[in-house]
């Protein structure tokens, strides 16, 4: 028997979600351009420093700094996404939502598709969503020879957990 999805107000990030975000963001201590034609992160993919300025090459931040921005970063996000996903959630589908909101911005994930369809029930669909976000600075990165391959990877990760829970 599944377990019934839960309102997402109840939710929070689970302790698999962050360590899914983190292993897949992987640690930096000195500021990369993870993929050509992204921003830069440093960290756990973070691409703003605590006062809200953007990561700039040549900054450099230690590990339990990194996991606070991390964790202060997923906490905006969490309370902005409890603002705009309205259907109910199992925690899985909730982990995965978090974790594309902290790879593509918060306002990105809550004005796509992906939760237009959760809200409306369509979850099998919504979860189909995610290879839909494939792209970085125009290349395709589910060709290999485009240099983000890792990004096209991740997509077709989180739509697979998806599909698991539905």
């Not at 302790?15 to 993929?35: D, F, K, M, Q, R």
């Not at 603002?83 to 899985?92: D, E, G, N, V």
Request: glycine residues 8%; proline residues 4%.
């Amino acid at each position: 028997m599944k377990t019934p999805r839960i309102a997402i107000g109840a939710l929070a990030l689970s302790a698999a979600g962050l360590v899914g975000l983190i292993t897949h963001e992987s640690y930096t201590s000195t500021a990369i351009v993870p993929v050509a034609g992204d921003r830069p992160t440093v960290g756990f993919g973070s691409t703003f420093r605590d006062d809200g300025s953007p990561v700039r090459m040549g900054d450099t931040i230690t590990p339990p700094k990194a996991v606070a921005r991390t964790a202060a970063h997923i906490a905006k996000d969490e309370t902005k996404l409890k603002r705009c996903i309205t259907a109910p959630l199992h925690q899985t589908e909730y982990d995965l939502l978090v974790d594309h909101a902290y790879q593509y911005g918060v306002d990105a994930t809550c004005g796509s598709t992906l939760v237009k369809l959760t809200n409306a029930g369509q979850y099998r669909a919504a979860c189909e969503q995610y290879t839909r976000w494939r792209f970085v600075a125009g290349r395709d990165c589910a060709v290999r020879s485009n240099g983000c391959y890792g990004v096209w990877t991740r997509a077709q990760v989180r739509r697979d957990k998806c599909m698991e829970v539905q």
